[in-house]
């Protein structure tokens, strides 16, 4: 079992930059692979960014590519989320994700464990 816990969501400018926290407990956090989603009102959940249970692999989706950085401490049983040049659209919940499964995971379904998500608002 784990349960994740977000951080770090606020109100901020166009261009200004925040870094999200997940904070997970279990003894098994550095076996699980993390994901990061997000959820605009009126929309579809979707994927941000994943990484590996080394942190050694890396991958985002096309709308973030370039401005965010997905990151994890497995010693202090923490992943982030640094969010560059913000904009307006990346305004969501986001929410942090984890899973046991292996493989490379994009898909909501192929995570067992969410977190209650944080609010990211990025006005123009």
């Known amino acids: 079992q784990v349960q994740l816990v977000e951080s770090g969501g606020g109100l901020v400018q166009a261009g200004d930059s925040l870094r999200l926290s997940c904070a997970a407990s279990g003894r098994t956090f550095s076996r699980h692979r993390m994901g990061w989603f997000r959820q605009a009102p009126g929309k579809e959940r979707e994927f941000v960014a994943y990484?590996?249970?080394?942190?050694?692999?890396?991958y985002y989706a096309d709308s973030v590519k370039g401005r965010f950085t997905i990151a994890r401490d497995n010693a202090k049983n923490t992943n982030y989320l640094q969010m560059n040049s913000l904009k307006p659209e990346d305004t969501a919940v986001y929410y942090c994700?984890?899973?046991?499964?292996?493989?490379?995971?994009?898909?909501?379904?192929?995570?067992?464990?969410w977190g209650q998500g944080t609010q990211v608002t990025v006005s123009s």
């Open positions: 990484i590996s249970w080394s942190g050694g692999t890396t």
């Open positions: 994700a984890a899973s046991a499964r292996s493989g490379f995971l994009t898909r909501a379904s192929e995570y067992e464990y």
